[in-house]
């Protein structure tokens, strides 16, 4: 299949729910649909066929994203999106395990599946949506709420360190990891595209703005400002190994941040399973 | 109501401890995965799965808990597989979420709860009956369960069978409660030939991918069941959905979920209620208790008729749906009832609740929850004393 550049919407309808009433629960000025856009196209880069596709998720405006596609598609408990994928891919291996989830979801009530997804190395793609805040709950901080940034639930600026997602996931042992953001949408597609093919845990840290539950209480109050952060203060991994030190503050690299060839969970079993049958 | 088989099988015995026994059960019944994560007194599940389930090409995860574990096991019979976990209080508190799922998303599966003494982490190596209304009640919201409660080793290894079977008939998870006694305890007992198994799978959809409805409604309630990956692209979720399975928030729609829900256990009480009587015909003195309880009281019930005592021990096979109909008129006509249970008065609600109305009828508890069981003669004695 060729990949129509020029008629990206062309590419999003194919796979939309034709019977799903519209519009979607998202916010004007939302990055999920962006990067809902962006694993679309991936998938269609790769052709990759709707059959083979499971798109699961948690709970939050991110976790919504299944809904509208017309994939097998399962919308789980909050928190739990990483584990219901690690029964899908293990009980059929031969299936695209999709996991959509977001800050909140995945590092905080969902940390334990995380990392031991990463460390179990199991053939799924994470794909979380990083907006630094709870957005479906109103905005209260999340695991990637950075010190002295503002939610409902840190009404004077947050104290607790961040999570660093990529680093947790290379930590834990995911195969891929990687972050992008929604400003960065072909870079988005491409490193979907990566992940999708890759064998093994793969993780993307994806940026994306949240005007409404975050951006509003943090100087940053329109989608457009938030994109313009997300434009400047990124910085491709190649480039930021090439600046000084003093120059790095603030700035947060993008790209593939670790890739490996480990043992890759379901594999290995099969590999146990021809073990114990001989 | 349909009563218990007699043991008719006729291969030679083999000794069998009851957590085994279920994981016979769980094999034969088509279990191919199994997501679980170590707790005693279950662990011997996990543990002879472990070894057992690669042998026959099946799926054995230790998850990193039991949220993950409910999780693992939702996700792998969603795509196609029959799957189980075991677990015990504790962990049976942790995974209530997502059995909450798999009811309102209708996907079949078994959750074996081998009970301990609680609350919190309280006797791992004791036994308890303290789980019944957690298992009935455990989860946020409003829906029926079907538990099943076996009391002996064979009945660990035909009642995991059972489950199984209903699960995928039902499209529901279905609990198997177990005392700590019967998941510890041998007994010699009869495997059945594999050929003679009454084994029932998840009917498939007979109509063409577009015209699927995951949770199309009929008679009887029970919808067929698409596996991801078959060219049945649906969705699933746990809001409250259409038949479609999209989220809805039509009042209509919303109403015609939980009463689906709510019927296809209501009108199939038939199928699935099992009771066993036990000297029923002419007892004045009953006994109502479940699992390793009522083996004491079936003792108990001998040597008083050997008293020449009339008693009789009702027995639930099926806890949940709780026997209301048939319990009623099995207590019909004795005078008093005791109800004999590890716990401080769970079962004796339920039996008082569907007795109210009978007259004359005097209720006896026979509680105990310091972790031993009630032995045939505590039954004896309390049975001499209410006649």
């Not at chain 1, 002295?148 to 004077?156: E, L, R, S, V």
């Not at chain 1, 997602?165 to 290379?170: D, F, K, P, R, V």
């Not at chain 2, 709780?322 to 008129?329: N, S």
């Amino acid at each position: 299949m060729k990949y129509h550049k020029n008629i990206p919407q062309k590419v999003i309808h194919r796979y939309l729910r034709h019977d799903k009433k519209f519009p979607h629960v998202w916010c004007p000025g939302c990055g999920n649909g962006t990067v809902l856009g962006d694993i679309l196209r991936a998938i269609y880069h790769l052709g990759l066929t709707k059959d083979e596709i499971v798109m699961v998720s948690g709970i939050g405006c991110s976790s919504r994203m299944p809904v509208y596609v017309d994939f097998n598609t399962l919308h789980t408990t909050h928190g739990r999106a990483i584990a219901f994928a690690t029964g899908i891919k293990f009980a059929n291996p031969k299936l695209k395990t999709i996991v959509i989830t977001g800050d909140g979801d995945a590092t905080a009530i969902g940390g334990n599946h995380f990392i031991h997804a990463c460390r179990r190395n199991i053939d799924i793609t994470i794909i979380i949506i990083n907006n630094n805040i709870y957005g479906m709950t109103g905005g209260q901080a999340s695991p990637t709420t950075a010190p002295g940034k503002f939610a409902t639930t840190a009404p004077y600026g947050a104290i607790e360190s961040n999570f660093d997602i990529c680093n947790l996931a290379i930590g834990a042992g995911a195969s891929f990891v990687a972050r992008t953001t929604a400003f960065h949408t072909t870079e988005a597609r491409k490193l979907f595209e990566k992940a999708f093919m890759k064998k093994g845990c793969s993780v993307i840290d994806v940026i994306t703005q949240c005007p409404v539950a975050y951006g509003k209480r943090n100087n940053l109050s329109t989608a457009v400002q938030m994109l313009k952060w997300q434009k400047e203060q990124t910085i491709p991994k190649a480039a930021y190994d090439k600046i000084p030190e003093e120059k790095r503050k603030g700035k947060v690299i993008r790209g593939i941040l670790h890739e490996d060839d480990k043992n890759e969970f379901t594999a290995e079993y099969q590999k146990l399973i021809e073990k114990v049958q001989k | 109501m349909s009563t218990v088989k007699k043991n008719n099988y006729t291969k030679t015995p083999v000794l069998m401890q009851g957590n085994e026994a279920v994981v016979q059960g769980a094999l034969d019944a088509g279990l191919t995965f199994f997501g679980g994560y170590p707790i005693t007194p279950s662990t011997e599940i996990a543990e002879i799965l472990s070894a057992e389930l690669p042998k026959i090409g099946g799926r054995f995860i230790q998850m990193e808990d039991e949220l993950g574990s409910m999780a693992s096991i939702i996700g792998a019979s969603i795509a196609g597989r029959k799957s189980m976990t075991a677990t015990s209080g504790p962990g049976f508190s942790l995974m209530q979420e997502n059995i909450g799922f798999a009811m309102m998303t209708e996907v079949p599966c078994v959750v074996v709860n081998v009970q301990r003494g609680g609350p919190s982490t309280g006797l791992p190596t004791s036994p308890s009956q303290g789980d019944l209304m957690q298992a009935r009640w455990g989860t946020h919201g409003d829906h029926p369960v079907i538990a099943l409660y076996p009391d002996s080793i064979l009945e660990c290894y035909a009642l995991t069978i059972r489950a199984f079977n209903l699960a995928e008939k039902y499209r529901t998870p279905v609990i198997l409660l177990m005392d700590e006694v019967l998941g510890h305890m041998r007994e010699s007992i009869i495997l059945p030939p594999k050929d003679q198994l009454n084994i029932i799978n998840r009917i498939p959809p007979n109509v063409p991918p577009e015209w699927y409805r995951h949770y199309k409604n009929n008679p009887k309630y029970i919808s067929p069941l698409a596996n991801f990956g078959e060219g049945y692209r649906f969705h699933i979720t746990g809001l409250t959905h259409d038949e479609k399975g999209f989220p809805t928030q039509k009042l209509d729609e919303i109403q015609a979920k939980m009463d689906k829900l709510q019927n296809k256990i209501k009108d199939n009480l038939d199928d699935l209620i099992q009771i066993e009587d036990f000297y029923m015909e002419d007892a004045e003195v009953a006994i109502f208790a479940a699992g390793i309880v009522a083996r004491s009281a079936k003792e108990a019930v001998k040597q008083a008729r050997a008293k020449g005592i009339k008693a009789g021990l009702v027995r639930p096979l099926t806890i949940w749906p709780f026997p209301d109909h048939d319990v009623e008129t099995m207590l019909e006509t004795s005078k008093s009832i005791i109800v004999a249970e590890l716990n401080q008065g769970q079962m004796i609600n339920e039996v008082k609740r569907v007795t109210s109305h009978l007259p004359h009828k005097k209720f006896h508890k026979l509680q105990k929850y310091n972790g031993e069981l009630i032995t045939p003669e505590e039954i004896l004695k309390k049975i001499t004393e209410v006649k």
